[in-house]
């Protein structure tokens, strides 16, 4: 049976691995003998099962962490080109358990180079910054195979934002208005971060409604690219995506499983070539699959 920690458990967990990972127990551990301890047998790390030689103690730490089933936090890079605004989601995620901020960026080709160092589960990206603005930095980050497992959250003033669908279409995995509650903040890396739906579904197809109707000029060709390889339950399914059913809703409405629909969904990403359900949504709109307005 699964085990879960409460907040003082994880935290015994997080102590406990933090003194195994020690100078002191790591000698122990990796080395072959311990004249000391007549209990630590003379059988090399490797062929003990325990630790590798030489182990690092973060490596350490975090197998331990995992083995007493406590969860790795969230963790984020926030980029925008105000010091206050930066501080401020900083201080909010911060107050959260499990989320941690890992780093700050003042502009999208810093929020690129700290993506690619620090590996972030989540970028809480500004759209409008100086030097590379967040929907270039954005792609950027979409687009690299090494960061494929970060996603970003776009941070915006107006949700009816032409910049936003551009990031949307760029993939980001969501928006998030600046004066949103310090709850939803939260909760919306969280959903990003699990990427299992959209921030605010209703919103985000509004959003592209609005602007696939003002821009006749997409070529037809370039937009359906895809939608002629996908079966007719695929179409289906993006049609709810589309709809901002999320993967439980399809499922009762198809009478399948969720996890058949997440199947189906694996299988639509990879023919239209789209990193979320963000751009699954903006595909469908821009090929016609769904009509604005037509529910």
Do not use: C, W
């Not at 003194?19 to 122990?28: C, I, Q, S, T, V």
């Not at 270039?136 to 970003?152: C, F, G, Y």
């Amino acid at each position: 049976m699964e085990q879960t920690l409460d907040g003082e458990g994880a935290a015994n967990a997080s102590s406990q691995a933090a003194n195994l990972a020690g100078p002191a127990n790591l000698a122990n551990a990796a080395s072959p003998a311990n004249p000391a301890n007549p209990a630590n047998p003379a059988t090399p790390a490797s062929e003990s099962g325990t630790f590798p030689q030489a182990a690092d103690p973060a490596s350490i730490a975090s197998t331990l962490l995992q083995a007493a089933g406590a969860k790795r936090p969230v963790r984020v890079l926030v980029a925008d080109d105000q010091d206050l605004v930066r501080s401020g989601f900083r201080m909010i995620l911060s107050s959260y358990d499990g989320i941690e901020v890992v780093g700050e960026a003042r502009d999208g080709d810093q929020a690129v180079q700290l993506a690619e160092r620090l590996r972030p589960d989540v970028v809480l990206m500004d759209i409008r910054m100086p030097r590379v603005n967040g929907i270039d930095a954005t792609r950027a980050i979409r687009s690299n195979a090494v960061l494929e497992d970060v996603q970003v959250l776009i941070l915006t003033t107006f949700d009816l934002d032409e910049y936003v669908y551009d990031a949307l279409s760029a993939g980001a995995g969501g928006f998030l208005l600046k004066d949103a509650e310090p709850d939803e903040i939260a909760s919306a890396v969280r959903v990003v971060a699990a990427g299992d739906a959209l921030i605010e579904p209703s919103i985000t197809r509004r959003l592209i409604e609005t602007f696939v109707a003002a821009r006749p000029g997409v070529p037809a060709g370039a937009a359906a690219r895809g939608i002629d390889q996908l079966t007719d339950r695929e179409r289906e399914i993006l049609t709810l995506v589309a709809r901002g059913l999320n993967n439980d809703q399809i499922g009762e409405r198809l009478f399948i499983s969720p996890a058949t629909v997440k199947t189906h969904l694996a299988r639509i990403m990879a023919k239209l070539d789209a990193h979320d359900r963000a751009q699954l949504v903006v595909r469908a709109y821009e090929s016609g699959l769904v009509k604005p307005g037509v529910m």
